[in-house]
T-cell receptor
């Protein structure tokens, strides 16, 4: 079964800072990769997904992620965060069922 | 198009009681997944169902937990004889085609066992 590891449990940064969240998965076969975001008190929402093609994927709200197959990684980035990006971010991998990482809480200070 | 609907939003049960969590998938979605989110942990897969069939229940505890997705009506996650350790947020997700397709999540049911 897939295991997904997210490198940071909690990230605190100031507005306009750049954000990068690490994600590694264990399985080397064909996978579909996702980043979900959970804003306080809300359900999970899809930020972006990678199925195939260009390994640099652009999502909503200025987020992007890069799939590096040789490193089994799918890191999430945003060049300049806003206070409204405060949320919990989950990396997920789907080879049969969706397996989630433990999540990274991102706190953006105004 | 309504999203994934879960109810109740909050559920309080005493130890030993039964908890029934309901999930209505998005219209046109026939694949349902249940996940559990414990404090300080990520989402843990519990079970994957299609209409009237359990496809994968490898994440379900062997005892007290069961799930169904009948031909008509919502999917039900049932927890019998609840214990304090069952306190968690339970999320349901649905997709139209299953494997590989993005999941749409409900708002979750927060179960508190007292």
């Amino acid at each position: 079964a897939q295991s997904v590891s997210q490198h940071n449990h909690h990230v605190i940064l100031s507005e306009a800072a750049s954000l990068e969240l690490g994600c590694n998965y264990s399985y080397g076969g064909t996978v579909n990769l996702f980043w979900y975001v959970q804003y306080p008190g809300q359900h999970l929402q899809l930020l972006l997904k990678y199925f195939s093609g260009d390994p640099l994927v652009k999502g909503i709200k200025g987020f992007e992620a890069e799939f590096i197959k040789s490193k089994f990684s799918f890191n999430l980035r945003k060049p300049s965060v806003q206070w409204s990006d405060t949320a919990e971010y989950f990396c997920a991998v789907n080879d049969y069922k969706l397996s989630f990482g433990a999540g990274t809480t991102v706190t953006v200070r105004a | 198009n309504a999203g994934v609907m879960q109810n109740p939003r909050h559920l309080v049960r005493r130890r030993g009681q039964e908890a029934r969590l309901r999930c209505s998938p998005m219209k046109g979605h026939s694949h349902v997944y249940w996940y559990r989110q414990l404090p300080e942990e990520g989402l843990k897969f519990m079970v994957y169902l299609q209409k009237e069939n359990i496809i994968d229940e490898s994440g379900m505890p062997k005892e007290r937990f069961s799930a169904e997705f009948p031909k008509e009506g919502p999917s039900i996650l049932r927890i019998q004889q609840v214990v304090r350790g069952d306190s968690a947020a339970y999320f349901c997700a649905s997709s139209p085609e299953g494997q590989g397709t993005p999941l749409h999540f409900g708002n979750g049911t927060r179960l508190t066992v007292t």
